[in-house]
Nanobody, 115 residues
Framework: QVQVVESGGGLVQAGGSLRLSCAAT????????MGWYRQGPGKQRELVAV???????KYKNSVKGRFTISRDHAKNTVYLQMNSLKPEDTAVYSC?????????WGQGTQVTVLS
């Protein structure tokens, strides 16, 4: 059984920074993809950034240059460093891990950016 737990959300002024963490535990081996998604008020969930076991990354265009995803393989943990935050980044940020096509989601963490 794989579990995912996020942490690090909060309230920040526009232009500020936050770092989110996502730890996956359980039966994890081989190739996998871990990533961050977000769902803003009245919006659909969207991909923010993902990183695979090889370290290949993919970002939403609007966060490129501001957000950085990284991972600690030994801890099965990914981090999302968010800089130059904007009010439009306000959302519930959720993490998932994909192993052999099976997605496991965390509960999400709220990020609120004040203008």
């Amino acid at each position: 059984q794989v579990q995912v737990v996020e942490s690090g959300g909060g309230l920040v002024q526009a232009g500020g920074s936050l770092r989110l963490s996502c730890a996956a535990t359980g039966s994890i081996s081989g190739f996998n993809i871990m990533g961050w998604y977000r769902q803003g008020p009245g919006k659909q969930r969207e991909l923010v950034a993902v990183i695979d076991t090889h370290g290949d990354t993919k970002y939403k265009n609007s966060v490129k240059g501001r957000f950085t995803i990284s991972r600690d393989h030994a801890k099965n943990t990914v981090y999302l460093q968010m800089n130059s935050l904007k009010p439009e980044d306000t959302a519930v940020y959720s993490c998932n891990i994909i192993i052999l096509g099976i997605k496991t989601w965390g509960q999400g963490t709220q990020v609120t950016v004040l203008s």
